[in-house]
């Protein structure tokens, strides 16, 4: 009798049980910015199933935000400012800039991550410039890996960004965004990235993706969250995504 490879059978076991056949697309959505504005984020936690919130440092509507968002049962990120290729200088507080030395970013950084109540992870607001450099991601990796169980979503506003690189160099559990939902604010544009969403859901088998709590995206996902179920996928929070 002619046995069969491991690998084969550990495939055939896996798709009898249903583990690989029959997992639907798992689908994990991140809303930024949260900070400023207490009506559209009080919204966008309101939004039904696990959806993340990526909450800006320092800003008036912070804490109460984070905590809102912990007390419904969602997780909260801390959404840190890095410097983009077009700024000057930074107007978001706690925001980390490339002229900072490694006292002055490691300090920035625990002020901000101490603004942000309950947050488990980071991921980053802007950052075209700063997640291009080695050093400074090495620096943040560094921080990151110093506080238990924090991970990273490197929001990659850049296709220049070394941010997983150096996470992975580090042994920092982090992954990067696939899809911004809105790219700009019109309701066109987020239906065609929400479906596009779906069908690279589709061809990976999980996915993270970026929305705002612009009125647009929230009334797109406040009618169309409900239906993903059914609809064959499954959302999910980004901890999970990241425990596969």
Same mark, same amino acid.
């Given at each position: 009798m002619k046995l069969m490879k491991p690998c084969l059978l550990a495939l055939l076991v896996l798709s009898a049980s249903g583990s690989v056949a029959n997992s639907p697309p798992q689908i994990a959505i991140i809303i930024d910015d949260l900070g400023y504005r207490l009506d559209a984020g009080l919204r966008a936690i309101e939004l039904p199933g696990p959806v993340t919130f990526a909450v800006l440092p320092g800003t008036p509507r912070a804490q109460a935000l984070a905590a809102r968002a912990y007390d419904n049962g969602k997780e909260v990120l801390l959404h840190l400012p890095l410097q983009a290729q077009s700024d000057d200088s930074l107007l978001e507080p706690h925001g980390i800039r490339l002229d900072m030395s490694r006292r002055e970013f490691g300090d920035t950084f625990a002020l901000a991550l101490t603004s942000v109540?309950?947050?488990?992870?980071?991921?980053?607001?802007?950052?075209?410039?700063?997640?291009?450099?080695?050093?400074?991601?090495?620096?943040?990796?560094?921080?990151?890996? !110093? =506080?238990?169980?924090?991970? +990273?979503? /490197?929001?990659?506003?850049?296709?220049?960004? #070394? %941010?997983?690189?150096?996470?992975?160099?580090?042994?920092?559990? !982090? =992954?990067?965004?696939?899809? +911004?939902? /809105?790219?700009?604010?019109?309701?066109?544009? #987020? %239906?065609?990235?929400?479906?596009?969403?779906?069908?690279?859901a589709d061809r990976r088998g999980s996915i993270v993706a970026i929305g705002h709590p612009y009125a647009a995206t929230l009334e797109l996902l406040e009618r169309e969250l409900p239906k993903l179920a059914a609809e064959g996928y499954e959302l999910v929070t980004i901890s999970e995504l990241l425990q596969q």
């Amino acid at each position: 009798m002619k046995l069969m490879k491991p690998c084969l059978l550990a495939l055939l076991v896996l798709s009898a049980s249903g583990s690989v056949a029959n997992s639907p697309p798992q689908i994990a959505i991140i809303i930024d910015d949260l900070g400023y504005r207490l009506d559209a984020g009080l919204r966008a936690i309101e939004l039904p199933g696990p959806v993340t919130f990526a909450v800006l440092p320092g800003t008036p509507r912070a804490q109460a935000l984070a905590a809102r968002a912990y007390d419904n049962g969602k997780e909260v990120l801390l959404h840190l400012p890095l410097q983009a290729q077009s700024d000057d200088s930074l107007l978001e507080p706690h925001g980390i800039r490339l002229d900072m030395s490694r006292r002055e970013f490691g300090d920035t950084f625990a002020l901000a991550l101490t603004s942000v109540p309950h947050a488990i992870g980071v991921n980053n607001h802007r950052g075209s410039l700063l997640t291009r450099h080695p050093g400074h991601m090495r620096w943040l990796m560094e921080e990151i890996q !110093a =506080r238990e169980n924090l991970f +990273f979503i /490197d929001s990659f506003t850049t296709h220049r960004s #070394v %941010a997983l690189q150096m996470a992975g160099e580090l042994g920092v559990n !982090a =992954r990067k965004r696939d899809v +911004f939902l /809105d790219p700009d604010r019109r309701p066109e544009t #987020v %239906a065609r990235e929400f479906k596009r969403m779906k069908r690279l859901a589709d061809r990976r088998g999980s996915i993270v993706a970026i929305g705002h709590p612009y009125a647009a995206t929230l009334e797109l996902l406040e009618r169309e969250l409900p239906k993903l179920a059914a609809e064959g996928y499954e959302l999910v929070t980004i901890s999970e995504l990241l425990q596969q």
